[in-house]
C-alpha cells in the first residue's frame, strides 16, 4: 500500500523541509520543482552587525538571497514565511533558521518550503469594480 506523507501547518501544504549543514562556509543552493527553481543561500557578515538580508534574481528561476549577520550561536531567520514565487498554481513560501557553532566554519540551515493559496490568474468582476 503506497501512503505518501502529507505535512501541513494549518492550511499551509509543506513542499519540503530539511537540513543541510554548509560545507566550509560554502553557499547552500536548494532546487527544486519543473520546471527547476533555485534558490542560493548566502551567508555573510559585515560591520553593521545588524541582521538582515538581500535578495538578487538571477534569472533563470534563480534567486540568490545573501544572509548578512544572522548566521551565529543565537541563530537568526525569518520572522514568517516569506513569499519567494509561485509553484503549481499556488503561492510558494519559504522559512528558515541558520545557526554557527562557535568560531567555525560550518552553518547549519533548517529550511521549509510552503505552498498556500491559490495565485490569482485575472481579477474577478467584483474586484474591479469600486
Do not use: C, W
Amino acid at each position: 500500500m503506497n501512503n505518501p506523507l502529507k505535512i501541513t501547518s494549518g492550511e499551509a501544504e509543506v513542499y519540503v523541509s530539511g537540513s543541510v549543514v554548509s560545507y566550509d562556509e560554502k553557499p547552500i543552493t536548494i532546487e527544486f520543482g519543473s520546471p527547476p527553481l533555485k534558490l542560493i543561500l548566502e551567508f555573510q557578515n559585515d560591520n553593521s552587525g545588524k541582521a538582515h538580508f538581500k535578495a538578487e534574481d538571477l534569472g533563470i528561476n534563480t534567486v540568490k538571497f545573501t544572509f548578512l549577520n544572522t548566521a551565529n550561536v543565537l541563530g537568526g531567520g525569518t520572522t514568517a514565511p516569506m513569499r519567494i514565487g509561485e509553484l503549481d498554481g499556488k503561492n510558494l513560501f519559504f522559512s528558515f533558521r541558520a545557526y554557527r557553532l562557535n568560531d567555525t566554519n560550518q552553518i547549519t540551515l533548517i529550511y521549509t518550503l510552503f505552498k498556500h493559496g491559490l495565485v490569482p490568474t485575472s481579477l474577478s468582476p467584483a474586484a474591479v469594480e469600486k
